[in-house]
């Protein structure tokens, strides 16, 4: 009975603190918890107080964010509250799950992350919703990780909806309607949720989502089984044959079937269809794999289908509806003959004659050279050695500005292999701004490189004289301090210092400033709990004073463009975003945890700081 009453008097004095005002927390803050007997004995009678305390912060979070303005952080804040009480209580958390759906749904519905709701293009929207940024996605990936049945159900919510990412552009009645790279809402959710389940080790509830749809060709599902080869390769080149057999028997494969289904096998990440005016359409993951070394039988399976599909006897140009039209065949047989004159050098005879077939006639075929085509298609081999036909480029060209876009694909290629030779390729750029912006790349990939290799020298050698940007630097500073641990306690907590000296020379209404002295401040969590929460009370003052902070994790970029595309080399995580280090805090000293959370003044980071602070004592 006595220990019951216990346990009632620390959740209500728990409660209280949500009702405190701030001044009465900071001076309780200030003085130093003495632990009498009675305390002692309520400590271990606290883990059930705890936790009612984290369920009942939860559910007050919950309770606020419905009267959010923010209409975007609405459904958010709902979803992550439901996921949080999920295994606490179940019932709770399915009814917060679909109150955020609803939410989520009315949020997309006014493009709410917009500054000017009424000047948003449509196509904004779809554009989302057809790269699975929209609320919907995000509240359906924790509703489905919880629960595989809700998630279902959230999915035939969705309306049989064509989304296509040709309305970006362009007419949508002038589009071809046998394009079968276009789907079904529902498919292209239930694909992007399968993909952020198998990016989050899910394999099999990914697999389970994504059944369903595996049996249609388009970007989304041959990036989700490029993506499943990496983990599970049997699975992902069975269901791989399924779609070269279904597309070989099916009457309305076309030559865009065959260069998607090419994707898979020669330049994952990367697919390329084409228009009936033979103009191309480029969809990319932020990451292209190198190609899977599948056994020759599955090869020569997809030769034998893209022969079949490509020979097929050609329709009169009047009565040609396929999705590519003659020019668009053209380009894609123009595109695939390197890769048969490879594997399959007897089938490219024909592959010939049916070019010149098409070109007959038709006056605006295109019958360029354009290397375009073929550049992704290169082999491993050739990729690996760009210093070799470097100098051949160079003589070829004709201007300073083809000289300085050769030095820089070939350095940025050595950077990511991590070549030190590409400091130098860098360095000849003559274009001033041209060199920077190639060697803030260079500089930020090879860093990288050198953590990942646990060479803190390296790092920080780079990190002192390297081009890097002031973010850039204390991740490198953090990293560092983490490689030498405790057994150079002294030299990392130095480190950990100039990250923080580092952080304040950011400009001050970047949010990375805000963002750098979060991840400062969980560095220092391991070697000086003091120094943290002293760190994190100042970052909370810069973070009020900050509009554009979120509270969300971030990332550290560096970008630059070259003749194949933009590059970005970029290096994100938890220690980013406040939910990762009040995580950390609470379960250091849950009372102050809160109080710091209350100082947070704006919505986001507040409801992101609370839930961290209630899944720290739910999690246990």
Same mark, same amino acid.
């Given at each position: ?137 995000e509240v359906l990936s924790m509703a489905a990780r919880c629960d ?309 020298? *390296? !790092?920080?050698?780079? +990190? #002192? ?5 002031? $973010?850039? &630097? /204390?991740?490198?500073? @953090?990293?560092? %301090? ?15 210092? *100039? !990250?923080?000296?580092? +952080? #304040? ?5 970047? $949010?990375? &400033? /805000?963002?750098?002295? @979060?991840?400062? %401040?969980?560095?220092?969590i391991t070697f000086d709990k003091v120094r943290a929460w002293e760190?994190?009370? *100042?970052?909370?003052?810069? +973070? ?77």
């Amino acid at each position: 009975m006595i220990s019951h009453q216990r346990t009632v008097l620390w959740i209500v004095s728990l409660l209280s603190l949500i009702l405190l005002p701030s001044p009465i927390l900071t001076q309780t803050a200030g003085h130093k918890r003495q632990s009498s007997p009675d305390t002692q004995v309520l400590e271990v009678d606290s883990a059930i107080a705890r936790r009612a305390f984290a369920i009942e912060l939860v559910i007050s979070l919950a309770n606020e964010a419905r009267s959010y303005h923010d209409l975007a952080l609405r459904p958010r804040v709902l979803a992550r509250a439901a996921d949080a009480l999920w295994k606490a209580d179940s019932v709770t958390g399915r009814l917060l799950f679909r109150q955020a759906w609803d939410a989520a749904e009315a949020a997309d519905a006014e493009n709410p992350t917009s500054e000017k709701q009424d000047q948003v293009p449509t196509m904004v929207a779809a554009l989302r919703r057809a790269t699975g940024h929209d609320l919907r996605t995000e509240v359906l990936s924790m509703a489905a990780r919880c629960d595989r049945a809700l998630g279902e159900e959230f999915l035939l919510k969705l309306k049989a909806v064509k989304i296509d990412s040709k309305t970006s552009s362009g007419d949508a009645a002038t589009q071809n309607t046998s394009d079968t790279w276009s789907q079904s809402e529902m498919a292209l959710k239930r694909l992007q949720l399968a993909r952020k389940l198998l990016d989050d080790g899910e394999i099999d509830r990914a697999m389970e989502f994504a059944a369903p749809v595996l049996d249609q060709l388009n970007f989304n599902s041959i990036s989700f089984l490029s993506s499943l080869r990496l983990k599970r390769s049997e699975a992902a080149d069975q269901r791989f044959a399924y779609l070269l057999t279904r597309s070989e028997l099916d009457p309305l494969s076309d030559a865009n079937t065959v260069s998607g289904l090419s994707s898979y096998l020669f330049t994952p990440g990367h697919y390329v269809t084409f228009q009936p005016d033979g103009s191309a359409r480029w969809s990319q993951t932020d990451e292209p794999y190198r190609p899977p070394d599948v056994s020759a039988v599955l090869r020569n399976k997809f030769f034998q289908v893209a022969a079949s599909i490509l020979l097929r006897p050609l329709p009169g140009p009047d009565q040609d509806f396929t999705s590519s039209g003659r020019s668009g065949k053209y380009m894609v047989i123009r595109r695939l003959l390197p890769l048969f004159d490879q594997y399959a050098p007897e089938t490219a005879v024909a592959l010939r004659t049916q070019l010149s077939v098409l070109t007959q006639g038709s006056s605006g075929m295109q019958r360029d050279n354009s290397s375009f085509l073929t550049d992704d298609l290169l082999t491993q081999e050739s990729a690996t050695k760009p210093l070799e036909k470097m100098q051949e480029q160079l003589d070829m060209a004709k201007t300073p500005r083809e000289r300085n876009a050769i030095y820089a694909d070939v350095a940025v290629s050595l950077a990511d292999q991590g070549d030190n030779t590409a400091q130098d390729l860098a360095d000849k750029i003559d274009d001033s701004n041209r060199r920077s912006q190639v060697r803030g790349y260079v500089d930020f990939q090879l860093v990288q490189l050198a953590v990942r290799k646990k060479d803190s020298s *390296e !790092a920080m050698r780079l +990190a #002192k004289s390297g081009q890097l940007t002031h $973010p850039q &630097r /204390v991740w490198v500073y @953090i990293q560092v %301090a983490r490689l030498l641990d405790k057994s150079q306690r002294s030299r990392s907590l130095e480190l950990l210092a *100039e !990250a923080v000296d580092e +952080a #304040k020379r950011i400009d001050g209404d970047d $949010p990375l &400033r /805000v963002s750098t002295l @979060i991840a400062a %401040a969980t560095g220092f969590i391991t070697f000086d709990k003091v120094r943290a929460w002293e760190i994190m009370s *100042e970052t909370v003052a810069v +973070a009020n004073s900050i509009e554009a902070f979120t509270g969300e994790d971030a990332s550290i970029q560096a970008q630059v463009v070259t003749r194949s595309g933009l590059k970005i080399s970029s290096v994100s995580g938890k220690e980013f975003g406040l939910a990762g280090t009040f995580h950390s805090l609470a379960n250091e000293d849950l009372l102050r945890a809160v109080e710091l959370v209350k100082s947070l003044k704006k919505e986001s980071p507040r409801s992101i700081a609370m839930l961290a602070v209630a899944t720290a004592v739910l999690d246990k």
